[in-house]
């Protein structure tokens, strides 16, 4: 009887389990339609190298690069034509070789270091060619104005009558009103035989030597005992003071750092040297005088500043030349 009823309770358990074991076959036993099949199929990505051995494409050059380049071939000719940036004047390499400064000149740099010993002393003498790029653009800008100012007052209204021939000299007005001009009173003044005389003198004494203004500054430095400063300015062969400054510490004096700009400008500068009493004056002067700031440094620095600045004008030109044509 038991065994009857085992079997009547375990039937319904076995054949759940056999439903419930077919029921939970995996996926992969299921067949699946085509189309969901091809539905799931990865998709292959082609590979590719990580870099690329081809050549890159270069932009086409510029259209005026050729035309920028033969200009600048032609204003290098021109400047090697009219004056040999290597050789140095006859004047500065006779200073250079007479001098106990020794020159300090870095290619592409605008400033020039001279320095020499005086006793204990280091005399440090530093000037630039930007000096000389300032005064140019300041006679550049006085000549415009002189120009515009010779338009205001140029009378456009054409003469009646036309010229004049030479019998007509002076002899009152023509019938159309206008004065009869002499050949004399029609050349300009400036082409006049008694102005060419002078004219001829005055461009000999500009061509001695640039009339321009070199700022020169003096740094005379003893060990431990600071440094004093004089800003002088070189033109027509002299040196002329402008201010005298003395700082504690010499690297104050030397040293090209904010902090140091920072000290320096906040240091006592002293008086206006024209203020000086004029003895002091002269005692400075001549101090100067005896640690070579004089007459030959103030001839030779104009000099050399129109040198560099021509040598440095073509080697910016060959650079410039040089960076297009690459």
Same mark, same amino acid.
């Given at each position: 009887?038991?065994?009857?009823? %085992?079997?009547?309770?375990?039937?319904?358990?076995?054949?759940?389990?056999? =439903?419930?074991?077919?029921?939970?076959?995996?996926?992969?036993?299921?067949?699946?339609?085509?189309?969901?099949?091809?539905?799931?199929? *990865?998709?292959?990505?082609? =590979?590719?190298?990580?870099?690329?051995?081809?050549?890159?494409?270069?932009?086409?050059?510029?259209?005026?690069? #050729?035309?920028?380049?033969?200009?600048?071939?032609?204003?290098?000719?021109?400047?090697?034509? @009219?004056?040999?940036?290597?050789?140095? *004047?006859?004047?500065? #390499?006779?200073?250079?070789?007479?001098?106990?400064?020794?020159?300090?000149?870095?290619?592409?740099?605008?400033?020039?270091?001279? @320095?020499?010993?005086?006793?204990?002393?280091?005399?440090?003498?530093?000037?630039?060619?930007?000096?000389?790029? %300032?005064?140019?653009?300041?006679? #550049?800008?006085?000549?415009?104005?002189?120009?515009? /100012?010779?338009?205001?007052?140029?009378? @456009?209204?054409?003469?009646?009558?036309?010229?004049?021939? +030479?019998?007509?000299?002076?002899?009152?007005? @023509?019938?159309?009103?206008?004065?009869?001009?002499?050949?004399?009173?029609?050349?300009?003044?400036?082409?006049?035989?008694?102005?060419? /005389?002078?004219?001829?003198?005055? !461009?000999?004494?500009?061509?001695?030597?640039?009339?321009?203004?070199?700022?020169?500054?003096?740094?005379?430095?003893?060990?431990? +005992?600071?440094?004093?400063?004089?800003?002088?300015? !070189?033109?027509?062969?002299?040196?002329?003071? $402008?201010?005298?400054?003395? %700082?504690?510490? !010499? $690297?104050?004096?030397?040293?090209?750092?904010?902090?140091?700009?920072?000290?320096?400008?906040?240091?006592?500068?002293?008086?206006?040297?024209?203020?000086?009493?004029?003895?002091?004056?002269?005692?400075?002067?001549?101090?100067?005088? $005896?640690?070579?700031?004089?007459?030959?440094?103030?001839?030779?620095? *104009?000099? %050399?500043?129109?040198?560099?600045? #021509?040598?440095?004008?073509?080697?910016?030109?060959?650079?410039?030349?040089?960076?297009?044509?690459?």
């Amino acid at each position: 009887m038991i065994s009857i009823r %085992y079997a009547v309770r375990t039937a319904p358990r076995s054949l759940f389990r056999s =439903s419930a074991s077919s029921s939970l076959r995996p996926l992969s036993c299921v067949s699946k339609p085509c189309f969901l099949q091809s539905s799931w199929t *990865p998709v292959q990505r082609q =590979s590719h190298p990580a870099f690329s051995t081809s050549i890159s494409k270069r932009e086409p050059a510029g259209e005026f690069d #050729q035309e920028l380049s033969a200009k600048l071939e032609n204003e290098l000719s021109l400047e090697k034509e @009219t004056r040999d940036s290597k050789q140095l *004047p006859p004047g500065v #390499q006779e200073f250079l070789d007479n001098s106990s400064f020794e020159l300090k000149d870095i290619p592409g740099n605008e400033e020039v270091i001279l @320095t020499k010993k005086f006793g204990d002393e280091t005399v440090k003498v530093k000037f630039s060619i930007a000096d000389m790029n %300032y005064e140019q653009d300041g006679d #550049q800008e006085d000549g415009e104005n002189a120009l515009e /100012d010779e338009d205001l007052f140029d009378d @456009t209204t054409p003469q009646r009558g036309g010229a004049q021939s +030479k019998g007509t000299v002076n002899q009152g007005r @023509t019938p159309d009103g206008n004065i009869n001009v002499a050949p004399e009173d029609s050349v300009a003044p400036a082409d006049r035989p008694e102005l060419a /005389d002078s004219e001829d003198a005055g !461009a000999g004494e500009q061509a001695q030597s640039p009339a321009y203004p070199a700022a020169v500054h003096v740094t005379i430095s003893k060990p431990g +005992k600071g440094a004093v400063q004089i800003v002088t300015s !070189a033109q027509d062969g002299l040196i002329i003071i $402008e201010n005298v400054y003395y %700082y504690p510490k !010499a $690297e104050i004096a030397e040293a090209e750092t904010p902090e140091s700009d920072f000290a320096r400008a906040n240091i006592y500068a002293g008086p206006p040297f024209q203020n000086l009493d004029p003895e002091l004056q002269s005692m400075l002067e001549r101090y100067l005088d $005896e640690r070579g700031i004089n007459e030959q440094l103030a001839s030779f620095v *104009p000099d %050399y500043v129109d040198h560099k600045e #021509q040598r440095e004008y073509v080697q910016w030109l060959e650079n410039m030349k040089r960076f297009v044509d690459a």
